[in-house]
C-alpha cells in the first residue's frame, strides 16, 4: 500500500510539473509574440527614422555634415593660473609663432613639429600665450628622469624668491600687500618674469640640464629633484626593445650622460641617454636609431656606421676634425676607400638627405642619360642647351675678345679651349661644356640637376651673385626653396689651395704647415664669420681652414685672380691686401725673412691707396686690383659690379609682370642711372619697364634697381 501510494504521489507531482512547465511555454510563446512584434515596430519605427534623417539629409546642405575643425571650438581648455571657480578658457590659434613667450616654458619659438602644423593657445584674459603642448600641465606627474617619486608642479617668484605650489589662493598670498590690493593678474604676471632667478634659493637649477628655473617647474617633496618645464616634457620610455645600434634591449639612463655616446662620440649632458649594463654601452637617445647605411652627396659611396674604427686616427670628411676611433662613425663601404664621417655630421639634416638604405639595392646612374652633349663626329657635338646646332672645339688663340662669352660661366673667353657654334656666337669652355646634367655637391644633400635657363630665381645660393648663365638646381619635393648654385661656385672643390690664404699664412710665419681650405657647411643661421678679403660677416656655406681659421665667403672665393680692365694690354693682378707687409719690413725696405714681397700691392708714398674708377680711398687690407705698369689701383667692387655675371639680351620678369632688360653698355650710349645719377660704368646696365610697357628709367646695377622697386624684382627670367 505504501508503495502504491509513493507511486501516485510521484505521478501526481510529474503531472503537476508538467502543467506548470506547459503554462511557462504558453507564456513564453506570447512573450515571444509580443517581442516579435515589439521588434516588427521597433523596425517600422528605424525605418520611418532613417527615411525623415535621409530627408532631412538631403535638404540640408552637404558642409553642415562635416566635423567641426579643431580651431572652430572657440572654448578651449582652462587656463592654468585662472582660479577653478570662476576660470578663464585659452583660444585655440592656428599659427606657429607667439607673441610672448610662452608662460609655461618660457621659450618663444616651438621646439617640436606636428603632422598639422604648429599651433598655440592664449587667454585673453590674463594675456598669456601656451603652446600647444605646454597647455595640459598635470599638477604631479611621474617622469622618466626621476621614476622613484612623484613631482609636484609649483611656482617660483623670482622677486621674492618664494617657492608654492599650483593653487591659485596661495599664489596670491606670495604677493606683497600692495600687489594684492591692486590686484591686476596681468601686470602681476609681466611683472614676476622679467625678474632672473635669485642665486640664493635652494631650487635654483634643473637637477637635469642645470639651467635656472623660472617661473612653473616640477619637484620633489621628498629628495629635492627639480625639473624645469622643457625638461620635464621629455618623456622618454623606460626600456627599447630591439634597438638598431645594439643588440641588447636598452633602458633609460637614470642621469644625464656625462661622457661620450658610444654610437656617435660626442657628450651632450641636456639629452635623455640609454644604457645596456651588459655590454657597458650608453647612448643618446637621438643616436639609438641611426642608419645603418645610409649616402651623402659628398661621396659617391654608401657609408656603414661601424661602433669603432680599427685603422689609425683620421678627420672626419665634413668638419675635417679628428674622429675618435673608439667610438661610432660612418666610414665607406668600399674596401680601398677610407673615407669616415662622424655620426653627428653624417646625420645633419644639411648633410643629408634621411633616407636610409641599408635594405635598398645599389643603384647605378649609368642606365640614365646625364651626358651633357651628343659626339656628333669628328670635333663636333650638340650640346643639350644648344639644340639643332653644333658645336666645334677650338683652341684659344690669345685674342680677346669681350663679345665671346661662355653662355655657363659669363666669364670671358681667355686662356682656356672652348667649344663655338659653327652656326652663331654661342662660346661654351670646355670645362663647362663637360659638366654632368646630375651633380652631388657637398653644399647640398640632394642631387643637383643642370639647367641652361635661370628658372625661378638668378641668385645663386652660395655666392648670392645674380648670374644668367647655367644652374644647378634642387628638384626635390619639399627641399630648400629655391636652391641653385651657379656654375662658378660648383666648380669649387671640396678642398683647395687659395693664393690669398697662402700670403695669410706667410705673415703668421707657418710656412712649413699645409693649409688648405675646406668646405664648411655652417649647422646653424645664427654663427657668423669673418670673410678675410672683404671683411664682411658670413652667415652659411663658405671656405675655411681648420689650423688657423681663415674663412672665406664664396663671393669673394670665386673671383678671378686677374682680370682685363676695358683697354688694358695686360691685366689687373688681384691683391690680397697689405695687412702686415709693411710691418715685417724693415726701415731698408727689406723682408725680415731675406723674402721679395709678391703680393701685387702697388706701393704708396704716403701709405694711401685711391681706386682709379671712383676716385675714392682704398682699404688696403681689403683685396683689391692693381696694376703695377700704370701703378694704378681698383676697388673689387668697382671692378666687379654686381652685373659681371648678367650677359646683354636677358629679360627678367617679377612676381609683379614688371620687366627688366639686360643691355649692353657701348661706347656711345653709357646712359645715366636714375638712382644714384651717374653714368653706367659696366659692360652692362638694366631697363625697367612696368607690367602695361610703361618705360621707368636705366639702372647702373641690380643694386640701384633693388632701391628703387626693391629685391623681389629678380625672381625670374627667359
Known sequence: ???????????????????????????????????????????EMSQNQSS???????????????????????????????DPAQPHYLIYRAKSETKYNCFSCGEKDVTWKKPYGDTHYDCTVCNLEFHDRCVD??????????????????????????????????????????????????????????????????????????????????????????????????????????????????????????????????????????????????????????????????????LSHIPFHPAKLSSCRVCYKNVDVKYGQYSCSQEDCSYVVHSTCATHEKIWGGEELEWEPEESDQTEDYAPYKNMGGDLIEHFSHINHYLRLKKYDGIRDPKRQCRACIRPIMSHDFYNCIECDFFLHQVCANLPKKLDHALHRHPLFLV???????????????????????????????????????????????KGHEEHKNRRKTKHEEHLLFISTCYSDDEEFICQSCKKRVRGDHL?????????????????????????????????????????????????????????????????????????????TVWFYTNKERCSTIHHEC???????????????????????????????????????????????????MGSGTFMGDYCSISCLSDRVGSGTFMGGY
Open 452 to 498: 641652361d635657363s635661370s628658372g625661378p630665381n638668378i641668385t645663386c645660393s652660395a655666392c648670392s651673385r645674380c648670374s644668367t648663365g647655367f644652374k644647378y638646381i634642387c628638384k626635390e619635393y619639399g627641399c630648400r626653396r629655391d636652391f641653385q648654385l651657379d656654375i662658378n661656385c660648383v666648380l669649387v672643390p671640396e678642398c683647395l689651395t687659395h
Open 137 to 302: 600641465v598635470p599638477s604631479k606627474m611621474i617622469h622618466p628622469f626621476h621614476p622613484q617619486h612623484p613631482l609636484s608642479l609649483i611656482f617660483l617668484n623670482n622677486k621674492t624668491g618664494v617657492i608654492v605650489n599650483t593653487n591659485f589662493r596661495e599664489f596670491v598670498n606670495t604677493l606683497d600687500p600692495e600687489q594684492q590690493y591692486n590686484f591686476d593678474l596681468i601686470d602681476i604676471l609681466k611683472y614676476l618674469q622679467t625678474f632672473d632667478p635669485n642665486s640664493n634659493i635652494i631650487f635654483d637649477k634643473c637637477t637635469w640640464c642645470r639651467k635656472d628655473l623660472r617661473s612653473w617647474f616640477y619637484r620633489c617633496s621628498i629628495c629635492n629633484f627639480s625639473l624645469d618645464f622643457l625638461c620635464a616634457l621629455k618623456t622618454p620610455p623606460l626600456t627599447i626593445q630591439n634597438p638598431k645600434s645594439h643588440h641588447h634591449s636598452l633602458v633609460l639612463f637614470p642621469q644625464p650622460l656625462s661622457f661620450p655616446c658610444y654610437a656617435c662620440g660626442k657628450s651632450n649632458m641636456l639629452e635623455a641617454s640609454y644604457a645596456c649594463y651588459q655590454c657597458n654601452y650608453f647612448v643618446h637617445e637621438t643616436c639609438v636609431d641611426l642608419p645603418r647605411v645610409m649616402k651623402i652627396t659628398r661621396h659617391p659611396h654608401r
Open 639 to 689: 671692378l666687379f659690379g654686381d652685373t659681371t655675371y648678367m650677359k646683354s639680351g636677358h629679360k627678367f620678369i617679377d612676381y609683379r609682370g614688371m620687366q627688366v632688360q639686360v643691355i649692353s653698355n657701348g661706347s656711345s650710349s653709357r646712359p645715366i642711372c636714375c638712382v644714384c645719377h651717374h653714368h653706367c660704368p659696366h659692360p652692362v646696365y638694366l631697363k625697367f619697364y
Open 52 to 82: 525623415e534623417e535621409e530627408t532631412e539629409v538631403e535638404e540640408r546642405p552637404r558642409w553642415l555634415n562635416l566635423e567641426r575643425p579643431r580651431w572652430l571650438n572657440l572654448e578651449g581648455p582652462r587656463c592654468i593660473i585662472s
Open 1 to 43: 500500500m505504501d508503495h502504491n501510494q509513493e507511486s501516485d504521489e510521484e505521478i501526481g507531482e510529474n503531472q503537476s510539473i508538467e502543467e506548470e512547465l506547459g503554462e511557462k511555454q504558453s507564456s513564453g510563446e506570447e512573450m515571444s509574440q509580443n517581442q516579435s512584434s515589439d521588434e516588427e515596430l521597433g523596425e
Open 544 to 620: 675655411h681652414c681648420t689650423l688657423c681659421e681663415y674663412v672665406l665667403c664664396y663671393k669673394c672665393a670665386t673671383i678671378p685672380n686677374e682680370i682685363y680692365y676695358k683697354y688694358d694690354e695686360n691685366p689687373r693682378s688681384l691683391c690680397f691686401g697689405k695687412s702686415g707687409v709693411d710691418d715685417s719690413k724693415d726701415h731698408d725696405g727689406d723682408d725680415h725673412d731675406g723674402e721679395d714681397d709678391d703680393d701685387g700691392a702697388v706701393d704708396s708714398e704716403d701709405g694711401v691707396y685711391w681706386c682709379e674708377v671712383c676716385e675714392k680711398t682704398l682699404d688696403p
